[in-house]
């Protein structure tokens, strides 16, 4: 009986909580709340830790971040604390990754924090629902609540905590469309402000490019052109954003590849020319990843048609089925 009063009693401190927090003059709206979050990670100097998980894969990280100017790039550095020891360090849009038994690669990116880049373009209500729920502690830091709600079941739904104080994002969750966590992103501990000169001093330390030489297989003599692929359906609000032929890592054909966004979710389409002649499926998830491969058939010719994105299997599945050319070039 005293602990069930007691469990009431704290749902009914926690609920007037929330309530007064809600019904504050100063809460903004939530648009207004993920402008703020793109903007102070772009903005903000800060430093801390945390935990990444991707379905049952969990690793632990430490972050640094300094703020750009009219002098200075934004600069970025990301170690991993578990497993082999790995970095990643931004300059601007350029991107060095480093693992001590893979030397070091260099090339184009964004924000460290995926969801940044996923969230930089806004939110279209016509897909999702925003809703503030209330107010929680992540970190030790009070945080703002605030729910991406997908409107059908072709996407994923996001939970984020917003730093009240500089709306910096504390914790990210995903998750499916019966509400199973399939991604997170949690910090542990976060300081913002502004970083010592020896902290600093990480950032500056770039490791030295490794030149390699890429050695690419040969084409054909009389390599055919690539056909012109299309879907035959999409989820609603997913747009075409890129196309591109590029060389096949694995064969001698040249590879159609297709992105697509909602403005937050994407996916990727690749079709390549397939020597095997098998007609085979299949399929596999990691977390919010879904990954389709597939035959296509037309003609004598065979197809390898593969949709890789953060979409829900099924989704990926019906995308990939329904690949087809668009135009047979003479």
Do not use: C
């Not at 100063?26 to 998980?53: A, I």
């Not at 090339?107 to 279209?124: A, D, E, R």
């Amino acid at each position: 009986m005293k602990q069930t009063q007691w469990i009431s009693g704290k749902l009914l401190v926690l609920v007037i909580f929330i309530s007064s927090f809600l019904n504050a003059d100063t809460v903004p709206d939530s648009s207004y709340l993920l402008e703020k979050m793109v903007d102070s990670s772009k903005n903000l100097s800060f430093q801390g830790e945390f935990v990444y998980q991707q379905g049952a894969q969990l690793e632990t990280l430490s972050i640094i971040h300094q703020a750009g100017d009219n002098d200075h790039s934004e600069k970025e550095r990301i170690l991993y604390l578990d497993g082999a020891p790995r970095e990643v360090v931004r300059d601007g849009n350029e991107l060095f990754f480093s693992s001590y038994n893979e030397g070091v690669t260099r090339f184009q990116h964004g924000s460290l924090m995926p969801v940044i880049n996923k969230l930089q373009g806004g939110i279209s209500e016509k897909y999702y629902d925003l809703k503030i729920v209330g107010i929680d502690r992540v970190a030790g830091r009070e945080a703002v609540l605030l729910l991406v709600l997908p409107k059908d079941r072709f996407r994923y739904g996001y939970q984020l905590w917003l730093d009240r104080e500089s709306s910096l994002l504390l914790k990210l969750v995903m998750v499916d469309d019966q509400g199973k966590i399939i991604e997170r992103l949690q910090f542990t501990s976060l300081n913002v402000g502004s970083l010592s000169d020896e902290t600093k001093d990480l950032l500056i330390r770039k490791p030295s490019v490794v030149d390699e030489t890429i050695t690419v297989k040969s084409q054909p003599d009389k390599p055919s052109d690539p056909l012109e692929w299309e879907t035959g359906w999409l989820p609603d609000g997913f747009l075409l954003e890129n196309r591109s032929v590029r060389p096949s890592p694995v064969s001698q054909h040249n590879v159609d590849a297709l992105v697509f966004s909602d403005g937050i979710a994407s996916f990727s389409v690749f079709v390549e020319q397939d020597d095997t002649r098998v007609l085979s499926q299949a399929s596999e998830k990691i977390g919010a990843l879904s990954a389709v491969s597939k035959i296509y058939r037309e003609g004598n010719q065979y197809f390898h048609v593969t949709v890789v994105g953060d979409i829900p299997l099924g989704a990926a599945e019906r995308v990939a089925v329904s690949v087809r050319p668009l135009k047979i070039k003479p």
